[in-house]
């Protein structure tokens, strides 16, 4: 074989292997070519991967597979399956059945011993897979990339193959000319270089040569008629039983095999571990980096058999909709649980307890009728209010599995989001099934409120029919360990992820919400803020929902508050930094005679992003009464701290150790714990957990209401659990002496200078205190360790343009921050930070520094 | 320790000789014209003439080659002559005197292809990437010190990265002629970050690199204040701290227009009304991102800037005179 990048030339072999498979004759012989590292592996042997191509690659596909293994003790073989790669062009028409016996031959031929693990991928997943079926004795686990066991006979096959094979098309496309194989090339993201295109085209330069990629596609079973369907459909079935460690890493882009086929492997092998790369495609051992996760993985998986989730605190449970049911039959039955506000200032709807109790039972009932189950993944695109805590409720009764993905994403990021949880039914409002037609959304459809065009919409069902039934839902009540819901992050460092908690995990973030802000059973909340409110009636308190846009929390007006405040009496107010900033500039508009509503509110809760201290000073007057609290979380804990206003005050003055540098966000909340790992002059968090005062590192943080585990992103969960019982936020900070917690920053923007390493909030908050500066970033630009220190302020007087700040304000800015041991290398200002969609809060450091990298370079850009 | 210094009619090659003088050193110099260093043993030549060589070096322990040409024009035979051929017979008269220490005093140039430096350390010298005469030949003969450096006679390379200070007519003295004739409006856009030198330092620098010949000689070392800032608040300073009204901000806009341009279009305009013009190597220093990682010289070196930014700027006021006080930077 000539040299080709990536490829050792030591690595390629050939063997010839007597044939058992029945389309060749008796006593074939078939020349087989495939990469092999054994001669690389210099430590102990611990098992074997045998890697199976699909089509149209070969062996080269998995070279990074062959030397990473060489270092980790695994021998790798990647076959050139036949009529493929370099292996023999029998001439013959081998079908699914052949090459499964075609695999088997040649590894009794290479004379293969010890554990052994499968790894395929597209139609070479399949083969593989139909290998590890039969031969389970040595199989120590599998390996799987884009590929699909089952083709549902319901739903039509992907549009490009379907194309490749409808006859002309399909000589023409795949072996007469490269089109087949420079389609698929050209699915690599990023693009392949044209060395490793090149290398890939090899073995395919003649049409002869190509003959075989023709007759793979011809192979693909495309119904029940097919010679290949028989045997596809008994490896499909049989995997159900398979025992051994799966891990499926997939590139959820690819055109072909989409996020379905990866969901009907996840349904068949429930033992899969899964990484989802987001925007990789069809060919992802070259488009991420797959051989670290794999022997991360093969290490974790098949040297210690615990599942690395050592036991985390846990609570006393009780399901979610315990205080529904207890109150629908007590004193309060008839008492109003929920409402929604009208745009008139007077309540629109609502329900009592009671009615609550039976809405759910019947809406439990109408879903179950239609086949939703424990474990079926429920899409909810509704708005916050009675339609949508009543189909909570319902989903969480049945066990089913909510995925709630607000627009607060923007349509890229919540179609990501929708994508790749696969719902198999998606509940929405007109808006949603609309973007779900427009964006081919998977699920059922069922519609909530006006749809004038359902039918177009492909809607199934409408919520006012599952609802028409008299009959209340008996069924079991869902195990506490089985998954309840999937929540996004925001998407403000990277994708947005989804996260798993299990219906134990919610109940402990109700318990803990209830115990941080003394909810008793009998309070009346403002729901402005949606993932505290939909607790609202899990805390046994009627909620109301103000007359808002939920997606656009700046919409909050004081008058709406003070309606929904007046409503039901409220004590509790929850509400985000943006509507409460609304809240305040419209204060005036408040309703005559609604002001003593607001007067009434003992706790009023900001939460979802950071807010001013001087925010909450200007809100007290609007609510004497109330202790303001701003609690600290994130999607996977929430909430992790909290604080309230003259708690802040105190900690501002305070001298304690550790007290300063950083936002001060409060003690644990009840029942969670925080701990701090250091960070190393490299700005990594390698050290030992612990909570000593004044120490800088990334938060770590354990609790009963943490996630259960990332959706479908096994590497991120790793790395996120890898000190075991603790959840890594990725934020860092400090604890003080008083046990208070000072967020620093994001660990991402953790900067290493040559002074050492810094945080950026402390600088920030400094920075802030000018009159001349609105808001601040600091960033490191430069290799780390060495990086210098840039400020990016948007001034009062707001600069239209950016560039380098003025002599003067530059001046003040390095100041400022020059005894916080801060040296600043340039000021750059800038009309505005760049933050993200949801709470347009989280300033995106990583693009400030990109943009201030680039300027700093003399290339600038007008906004990051 | 009798030490020779070339060059010391320099701003930088006068301050290490008056440096070495207040540390007790013997110090000889060696250049065309008068050193003006008071305390110096002032020895006339040319690099050129190996017999003045030969005295230049006749008992000394320790040579520091600073003397070069950097003239902007020239004839580039003239600066091989002088730059390449010079160095040559100087570290040739060295080792036959039997000297101990040899220092050549580089610039980052050698290394510099044109592309931006970011947190960069000292690569090596490339003579056939190097943009013009002078980087060339300096580029040469770094590779010449390097190649003479053995047991007998260490030698060391430093390369202090764009030296200012006070009496500095390369830089200092350039810009703000320019800006007194109202032409540097349009380098308040210059964001480009950029390492300098304040003067005492790189003389610092280099007397302590007599002490630590064990740890620093055969690799070149960049020498930096560590403190870059973006050029255009430095010339900015600069201005200011000659007492020239800081340059207007006239770009109508944003950081995108590159530096480069900007330095680029006064050289044009220097060369035009015949104006000792800025090169178009310096223009090309300004215009992209120049600065160094420092952690490795300063710990091999044993030695840090003693002078800050903001110091080496009052004391540049200060030689300006009053007009400069009357001028917040």
Same mark, same amino acid.
């Given at each position: 074989?000539?040299?080709?990048?990536?490829?050792?030339?030591?690595?390629?072999?050939?063997?010839?292997?007597?044939?058992?498979?029945?389309?060749?004759? @008796?006593?074939?012989?078939?020349?087989?070519?495939?990469?092999?590292?054994?001669?690389?592996?210099?430590?102990?042997?611990?098992?074997?991967?045998?890697?199976?191509?699909?089509?149209?690659?070969?062996?080269?596909?998995?070279?990074?597979?062959?030397?990473?293994?060489?270092?980790?003790?695994?021998?790798?073989?990647?076959?050139?399956?036949?009529?493929?790669?370099?292996?023999?062009?029998?001439?013959?028409?081998?079908?699914?059945?052949?090459?499964?016996?075609?695999?088997?031959?040649?590894?009794?031929?290479?004379?293969?011993?010890?554990?052994?693990?499968?790894?395929?991928?597209?139609?070479?997943?399949?083969?593989?897979?139909?290998?590890?079926?039969?031969?389970?004795?040595?199989?120590? @686990?599998?390996?799987?990339?884009?590929?699909?066991?089952?083709?549902?006979?319901?739903?039509?096959?992907?549009?490009?193959?379907?194309?490749?094979?409808?006859?002309?098309?399909?000589? #023409?496309?795949?072996?007469?000319?490269?089109?087949?194989?420079?389609?698929?090339?050209?699915?690599?993201?990023?693009?392949?270089?044209?060395?490793?295109?090149?290398?890939?085209?090899?073995?395919?330069?003649?049409?002869?040569?190509?003959?075989?990629?023709?007759?793979?596609?011809?192979?693909?079973?495309?119904?029940?008629?097919?010679?290949?369907?028989?045997?596809?459909?008994?490896?499909?079935?049989?995997?159900?039983?398979?025992?051994?460690?799966?891990?499926?890493?997939?590139?959820?882009?690819?055109?072909?095999?989409?996020?379905?086929?990866?969901?009907?492997?996840?349904?068949?092998?429930?033992?899969?571990?899964?990484?989802?790369?987001?925007?990789?495609?069809?060919?992802?051992?070259?488009?991420?980096?797959?051989?670290?996760?794999?022997?991360?993985?093969?290490?974790?998986?098949?040297?210690?058999?615990?599942?690395?989730?050592?036991?985390?605190?846990?609570?006393?449970?009780?399901?979610?909709?315990?205080?529904?049911?207890?109150?629908?039959?007590? !004193?309060?039955?008839?008492?109003?649980?929920?409402?929604?506000?009208?745009?008139?200032?007077?309540?629109?709807?609502?329900?009592?307890?009671?009615?609550?109790?039976?809405?759910?039972?019947?809406?439990?009932?109408?879903?179950?009728?239609?086949?939703?189950?424990?474990?079926?993944?429920?899409?909810?695109?509704?708005?916050?209010?009675?339609?949508?805590?009543?189909?909570?409720?319902?989903? /969480?009764?049945?066990?089913?599995?909510?995925?709630?993905?607000?627009?607060?994403?923007?349509?890229?990021?919540?179609?990501?989001?929708?994508?790749?949880?696969?719902?198999?039914?998606?509940?929405?409002?007109?808006?949603?099934?609309?973007?779900?037609?427009?964006?081919?959304?998977?699920?059922?459809?069922?519609?909530?409120?006006?749809?004038?065009?359902?039918?177009?919409?492909?809607?199934?069902?409408?919520?006012?029919?599952? /609802?028409?039934?008299?009959?209340?839902?008996?069924?079991?009540?869902?195990?506490?360990?089985?998954?309840?819901?999937?929540?996004?992050?925001?998407?403000?460092?990277?994708?947005?992820?989804?996260?798993?908690?299990?219906?134990?995990?919610?109940?402990?973030?109700?318990?803990?919400?209830?115990?941080?802000?003394?909810?008793?059973?009998?309070?009346?909340?403002?729901?402005?803020?949606?993932?505290?409110?939909?607790?609202?009636?899990? /805390?046994?308190?009627?909620?109301?929902?103000?007359?808002?846009?939920?997606?656009?929390?700046?919409?909050?007006?004081?008058?709406?508050?003070?309606?929904?405040?007046?409503?039901?009496?409220?004590?509790?107010?929850?509400?985000?930094?943006?509507?409460?900033?609304?809240?305040?500039?419209?204060?005036?508009?408040?309703?005559?005679?609604?002001?003593?509503?607001?007067?009434?509110?003992?706790?009023?809760?900001?939460?979802?992003?950071?807010?001013?201290?001087?925010?909450?000073?200007?809100?007290?007057?609007?609510?004497?009464?109330?202790?303001?609290?701003? !609690?600290?979380?994130?999607?996977?804990?929430?909430?992790?701290?909290?604080?309230?206003?003259?708690?802040?005050?105190?900690?501002?003055?305070?001298?304690?150790?550790?007290?300063?540098?950083?936002?001060?966000?409060?003690?644990?909340? !009840?029942?969670?714990?925080?701990?701090?790992?250091?960070?190393?002059?490299?700005?990594?968090?390698?050290?030992?957990?612990?909570?000593?005062?004044?120490?800088?590192?990334?938060?770590?943080?354990?609790? !009963?209401?943490?996630?259960?585990?990332?959706?479908?992103?096994?590497?991120?969960?790793?790395?996120?659990?890898?000190?075991?019982?603790?959840?890594?936020?990725?934020?860092?900070?400090?604890?003080?002496?008083?046990?208070? /917690?000072?967020?620093?920053?994001?660990?991402?923007?953790?900067?290493?200078?040559?002074?050492?390493?810094?945080?950026?909030?402390?600088?920030?908050?400094?920075?802030?205190?000018?009159?001349?500066?609105?808001?601040?970033?600091? #960033?490191?630009?430069?290799?780390?360790?060495?990086?210098?220190?840039?400020?990016?302020?948007?001034?009062?007087?707001?600069?239209?343009?950016?560039?380098?700040?003025?002599?003067?304000?530059?001046?003040?800015?390095?100041?400022?921050?020059?005894?916080?041991?801060?040296?600043?290398?340039?000021?750059?200002?800038?009309?505005?930070?760049?933050?993200?969609?949801?709470?347009?809060?989280?300033?995106?450091?990583?693009?400030?520094?990109?943009?201030?990298?680039?300027?700093?370079?003399?290339?600038?850009?007008?906004?990051? | 320790?009798?030490?020779?210094?070339?060059?010391?009619?320099?701003?930088?090659?006068?301050?290490?000789?008056?440096?070495?003088?207040?540390?007790?050193?013997?110090?000889?110099?060696?250049?065309?014209?008068?050193?003006?260093?008071?305390?110096?043993?002032?020895?006339?030549?040319?690099?050129?003439?190996?017999?003045?060589?030969?005295?230049?070096?006749?008992?000394?322990?320790?040579?520091?080659?600073?003397?070069?040409?950097?003239? #902007?024009?020239?004839?580039?035979?003239?600066?091989?002559?002088?730059?390449?051929?010079?160095?040559?017979?100087?570290?040739?008269?060295?080792?036959?005197?039997?000297?101990?220490?040899?220092?050549?005093?580089?610039?980052?140039?050698?290394?510099?292809?044109?592309?931006?430096?970011?947190?960069?350390?000292?690569?090596?010298?490339?003579?056939?990437?190097?943009?013009?005469?002078?980087?060339?030949?300096?580029?040469?003969?770094?590779?010449?010190?390097?190649?003479?450096?053995?047991?007998?006679?260490?030698?060391?390379?430093?390369?202090?990265?764009?030296?200012?200070?006070?009496?500095?007519?390369?830089?200092?003295?350039?810009?703000?002629?320019?800006?007194?004739?109202?032409?540097?409006?349009?380098?308040?856009?210059?964001?480009?970050?950029?390492?300098?030198?304040?003067?005492?330092?790189?003389?610092?620098?280099?007397?302590?690199?007599?002490?630590?010949?064990?740890?620093?000689?055969?690799?070149?070392?960049?020498?930096?204040?560590?403190?870059?800032?973006?050029?255009?608040?430095?010339?900015?300073?600069?201005?200011?701290?000659?007492?020239?009204?800081?340059?207007?901000?006239?770009?109508?806009?944003?950081?995108?227009?590159?530096?480069?341009?900007?330095?680029?279009?006064?050289?044009?305009?220097?060369?035009?009304?015949?104006?000792?013009?800025?090169?178009?190597?310096?223009?090309?220093?300004?215009?992209?991102?120049?600065?160094?990682?420092?952690?490795?010289?300063?710990?091999?070196?044993?030695?840090?800037?003693?002078?800050?930014?903001?110091?080496?700027?009052?004391?540049?006021?200060?030689?300006?005179?009053?007009?400069?006080?009357?001028?917040?930077?």
């Amino acid at each position: 074989m000539v040299e080709l990048p990536g490829v050792d030339p030591s690595w390629s072999a050939y063997l010839d292997v007597p044939s058992t498979a029945d389309v060749d004759p @008796a006593g074939t012989i078939n020349r087989w070519h495939y990469l092999d590292n054994l001669a690389s592996i210099t430590g102990d042997l611990r098992g074997t991967l045998l890697c199976v191509h699909g089509n149209p690659t070969w062996s080269y596909l998995w070279r990074s597979l062959l030397a990473a293994g060489a270092q980790h003790g695994w021998r790798v073989i990647a076959v050139d399956q036949l009529e493929m790669g370099y292996s023999e062009r029998t001439g013959r028409k081998r079908r699914l059945a052949d090459r499964v016996r075609d695999l088997e031959d040649f590894v009794s031929a290479v004379g293969l011993s010890g554990p052994l693990v499968t790894v395929g991928h597209d139609w070479g997943g399949v083969v593989s897979l139909g290998f590890a079926d039969r031969n389970r004795a040595n199989l120590t @686990a599998v390996v799987l990339t884009n590929t699909a066991i089952h083709q549902d006979p319901g739903s039509p096959i992907p549009a490009p193959l379907r194309l490749a094979l409808s006859g002309a098309v399909h000589r #023409v496309g795949t072996s007469t000319t490269t089109a087949f194989l420079d389609t698929t090339l050209a699915l690599a993201r990023p693009r392949l270089t044209r060395e490793v295109r090149a290398a890939y085209r090899l073995p395919y330069r003649t049409a002869a040569r190509r003959r075989g990629i023709e007759q793979f596609v011809a192979d693909i079973p495309v119904g029940p008629g097919h010679p290949s369907q028989a045997e596809l459909n008994r490896i499909a079935d049989s995997i159900r039983t398979l025992d051994v460690p799966v891990f499926l890493l997939w590139g959820p882009a690819d055109p072909i095999f989409s996020d379905t086929y990866l969901d009907d492997l996840a349904e068949r092998l429930p033992q899969a571990d899964i990484h989802r790369f987001e925007g990789a495609s069809h060919l992802v051992a070259e488009d991420r980096d797959i051989a670290s996760p794999i022997f991360d993985w093969l290490d974790h998986r098949t040297e210690n058999d615990d599942d690395g989730r050592p036991a985390r605190p846990s609570a006393a449970f009780t399901p979610l909709w315990q205080q529904i049911h207890e109150r629908s039959s007590g !004193p309060a039955a008839d008492m109003l649980a929920v409402a929604d506000m009208g745009s008139d200032g007077a309540v629109a709807d609502s329900l009592s307890w009671k009615e609550l109790e039976d809405r759910v039972s019947r809406l439990a009932a109408g879903l179950s009728r239609i086949g939703v189950r424990a474990g079926s993944r429920v899409s909810l695109m509704v708005p916050p209010g009675i339609e949508l805590t009543t189909l909570i409720y319902a989903c /969480l009764r049945l066990g089913a599995v909510i995925v709630v993905a607000d627009a607060g994403l923007g349509v890229k990021g919540l179609s990501r989001a929708v994508r790749g949880t696969v719902p198999d039914f998606l509940i929405g409002i007109e808006r949603a099934l609309v973007a779900g037609r427009l964006f081919g959304w998977p699920g059922t459809r069922i519609s909530v409120g006006a749809a004038p065009r359902a039918r177009l919409l492909g809607v199934r069902h409408r919520l006012e029919d599952l /609802l028409a039934g008299h009959s209340s839902y008996a069924g079991e009540d869902p195990a506490p360990d089985t998954d309840a819901a999937i929540l996004f992050t925001s998407g403000s460092t990277g994708p947005a992820k989804g996260v798993v908690y299990t219906h134990r995990q919610l109940s402990a973030m109700r318990d803990t919400l209830s115990a941080t802000l003394n909810l008793a059973p009998g309070s009346a909340l403002v729901a402005g803020f949606a993932p505290f409110a939909l607790l609202g009636p899990a /805390l046994g308190a009627a909620s109301v929902t103000p007359d808002m846009d939920v997606t656009a929390p700046r919409t909050l007006t004081a008058r709406a508050l003070a309606d929904a405040a007046a409503a039901i009496d409220a004590t509790t107010v929850f509400a985000s930094p943006a509507a409460l900033r609304n809240v305040l500039a419209t204060a005036s508009g408040i309703a005559p005679g609604r002001k003593d509503a607001l007067q009434r509110v003992s706790v009023l809760l900001s939460a979802g992003a950071p807010i001013p201290v001087n925010l909450l000073e200007q809100l007290q007057p609007l609510v004497p009464g109330a202790a303001l609290h701003t !609690p600290y979380g994130m999607t996977e804990a929430l909430p992790v701290t909290d604080i309230q206003l003259e708690d802040i005050r105190e900690a501002l003055d305070s001298s304690v150790t550790g007290a300063g540098n950083g936002v001060c966000v409060g003690r644990a909340v !009840p029942g969670a714990e925080i701990s701090i790992s250091a960070l190393d002059p490299k700005g990594t968090a390698t050290g030992v957990p612990a909570a000593l005062p004044g120490v800088t590192g990334e938060i770590l943080v354990r609790a !009963p209401h943490v996630k259960d585990r990332y959706h479908r992103l096994w590497i991120t969960e790793r790395a996120s659990s890898r000190t075991a019982g603790w959840h890594r936020t990725g934020d860092v900070g400090h604890l003080d002496a008083d046990g208070r /917690l000072w967020v620093e920053g994001r660990l991402a923007h953790v900067i290493t200078s040559a002074d050492g390493v810094l945080t950026p909030v402390g600088p920030e908050q400094s920075i802030e205190q000018l009159k001349e500066v609105r808001q601040a970033a600091v #960033v490191g630009v430069g290799p780390t360790g060495t990086q210098a220190v840039v400020a990016a302020v948007v001034p009062v007087d707001a600069a239209d343009q950016a560039g380098l700040a003025s002599g003067p304000l530059s001046a003040m800015v390095r100041d400022v921050v020059r005894p916080g041991g801060v040296r600043l290398a340039a000021v750059l200002t800038l009309s505005a930070l760049p933050t993200d969609i949801r709470h347009n809060a989280k300033i995106d450091r990583t693009a400030v520094a990109a943009w201030a990298g680039d300027a700093l370079q003399g290339r600038g850009r007008k906004r990051p | 320790m009798k030490v020779l210094v070339t060059g010391a009619s320099g701003m930088l090659g006068g301050a290490v000789a008056s440096l070495l003088l207040r540390n007790g050193r013997d110090v000889r110099t060696f250049q065309r014209r008068p050193s003006g260093v008071p305390g110096a043993e002032d020895l006339a030549g040319d690099l050129a003439d190996g017999s003045a060589l030969a005295n230049a070096v006749a008992g000394v322990d320790a040579v520091i080659h600073l003397a070069a040409k950097v003239s #902007v024009t020239g004839n580039p035979d003239d600066f091989y002559r002088t730059n390449v051929l010079g160095t040559a017979g100087l570290l040739a008269a060295a080792r036959s005197a039997g000297v101990q220490h040899f220092v050549y005093v580089s610039s980052p140039s050698v290394a510099h292809t044109g592309a931006s430096l970011v947190g960069a350390v000292a690569g090596p010298a490339q003579p056939e990437l190097a943009r013009g005469s002078y980087a060339r030949t300096k580029a040469q003969a770094e590779i010449l010190a390097l190649e003479a450096n053995d047991g007998q006679m260490p030698v060391a390379v430093l390369r202090p990265h764009i030296v200012w200070g006070p009496g500095d007519t390369q830089l200092v003295e350039r810009v703000l002629s320019r800006a007194r004739a109202g032409r540097l409006p349009l380098l308040a856009g210059g964001t480009a970050l950029v390492d300098t030198t304040y003067v005492d330092n790189a003389a610092s620098a280099i007397a302590a690199a007599l002490d630590r010949m064990e740890y620093i000689s055969g690799s070149p070392l960049v020498i930096t204040n560590g403190e870059p800032r973006p050029i255009g608040e430095l010339l900015a300073r600069i201005c200011s701290a000659g007492g020239v009204r800081e340059p207007r901000r006239s770009i109508p806009g944003w950081v995108g227009r590159a530096a480069g341009s900007v330095v680029e279009s006064i050289w044009r305009a220097s060369k035009a009304d015949s104006e000792p013009p800025m090169t178009r190597f310096l223009a090309e220093q300004l215009s992209t991102a120049h600065w160094f990682d420092q952690r490795h010289t300063r710990s091999l070196l044993g030695w840090t800037p003693e002078v800050s930014l903001d110091e080496g700027f009052a004391r540049l006021a200060a030689h300006y005179g009053d007009s400069a006080s009357r001028i917040r930077h």
